[in-house]
């Protein structure tokens, strides 16, 4: 890196390079943490495992102790989806005091909401493969499984359903952060939620936003799209919880995963950004360090960073 010194690109978020620079650098001994809020890192093979395991627990425990439950879960997540419904009928929790929120949906140019018949929509995903596979004697009313739509696309209108439900906020939000740090699709410098301090962003509900360039690149690597960089057939706009809805949780749940066959991964880089950086508006996941919750960052994305030599040869390509 020191042979050839430059400037990020102007677009990207956190550009500074002492903190880029720093975040490359931690090693993996180094990456597990508490912080003074009770947010914790810590490294482990599979995310995802621990993530079905905790979402069916917290559903089993409001079925046998009686309890409301509210939770908010990313999408287009059909396996993880389907493996808790899955736990679901095979140890027959009931589910009827669970309201289950989708934390976002994609959106035409014009702002209109992504139809539950459209194939690559989010709120499909999420009761396709999630509500339906739960046994009809075990599941709750569809309208417990809360999606996005042009009735509740208005700013705020969607947090209030959250917080009505979860009574003032969801009882754990899961989550994955996205190559530009986003958290839903609160992506950085998006105008919709222009804020001009962190305190002010993180009073922000739900609303409709562009998406960041970076979003929709990363969208267009994700099966519902067709995972070939179609970057034309993702819609520019999308509905979107807000960082009021993030900190308004009880608890947050966060994995870091995304890796190909090979161990590369767009999601390395982002993951320190988020974990190690600032808490600011330039990586809005780094929201959840404000309070109670968990990042589990598997042994992949933990691994270092290297760069090739100016030597390299043939046969280490």
């Known amino acids: 890196m020191n042979d050839f010194r430059f400037t990020p690109a102007e677009w990207l978020p956190s550009r500074d390079p002492e903190m880029l620079e720093r975040v490359r650098n931690i090693r993996r001994e180094d990456m597990e943490y508490t912080n003074e809020n009770g947010f914790s890192v810590k490294?482990?093979?599979?995310?995802?495992?621990?993530?079905?395991?905790?979402?069916?627990?917290?559903?089993?425990?409001?079925?046998?102790?009686?309890?409301?439950?509210?939770m908010i879960c990313p999408n287009q997540w059909p396996g993880a989806h389907s493996a808790v419904a899955g736990m679901i009928n095979t140890y027959t929790a009931n589910c009827r005091n669970v309201n289950v929120v989708a934390m976002d949906e994609l959106a035409d140019q014009d702002?209109?909401?992504?139809?539950?018949t459209y194939g690559a929509s989010l709120g499909y995903s999420f009761r396709a493969h999630?509500?339906?596979?739960?046994?009809?004697?075990?599941?709750p009313p569809v309208e417990q499984w809360h999606v996005f739509t042009n009735e509740v696309k208005g700013d705020g209108v969607y947090s209030s359903i959250i917080e009505e439900c979860g009574n003032g906020g969801a009882d754990?939000?899961?989550?994955?952060?996205?190559?530009?740090?986003?958290?839903a699709f609160i992506d950085p410098h998006a105008e919709e939620f222009h804020a001009d301090s962190l305190?002010?962003?993180?009073?922000?509900?739900?609303?409709?936003?562009?998406?960041?360039?970076?979003?929709?690149?990363e969208n267009s690597l994700f099966d519902p799209i067709g995972a070939s960089g179609d970057v034309w057939a993702v819609p520019p706009r999308a509905a979107s919880i807000g960082p009021r809805d993030v900190v308004n949780a009880r608890e947050r749940f966060e994995m870091h995963n995304i890796t190909n066959p090979g161990g590369d991964s767009w999601q390395r880089m982002?993951?320190?950004?988020?974990?190690?950086?600032?808490?600011?508006?330039?990586?809005p996941a780094s929201i959840i360090r404000l309070g109670k919750g968990t990042c589990y960052v598997s042994e992949v994305i933990a691994r270092p960073f290297s760069t090739w030599p100016s030597n390299i040869q043939l046969k280490d390509l």
């Open 130 to 139: 999630f509500w339906s596979c739960i046994r009809e004697d075990l599941r």
């Open 270 to 283: 982002i993951s320190r950004i988020e974990l190690y950086g600032p808490i600011s508006m330039e990586c």
């Open 43 to 70: 490294v482990v093979i599979d995310p995802l495992l621990f993530t079905v395991m905790d979402m069916f627990h917290r559903i089993y425990l409001s079925d046998v102790n009686d309890t409301p439950f509210t």
């Open 111 to 116: 702002g209109n909401v992504a139809p539950l």
């Open 172 to 183: 754990v939000i899961y989550s994955a952060t996205g190559w530009p740090g986003h958290i």
């Open 199 to 217: 305190e002010e962003f993180c009073k922000l509900g739900s609303r409709i936003v562009t998406q960041h360039p970076m979003t929709i690149c």
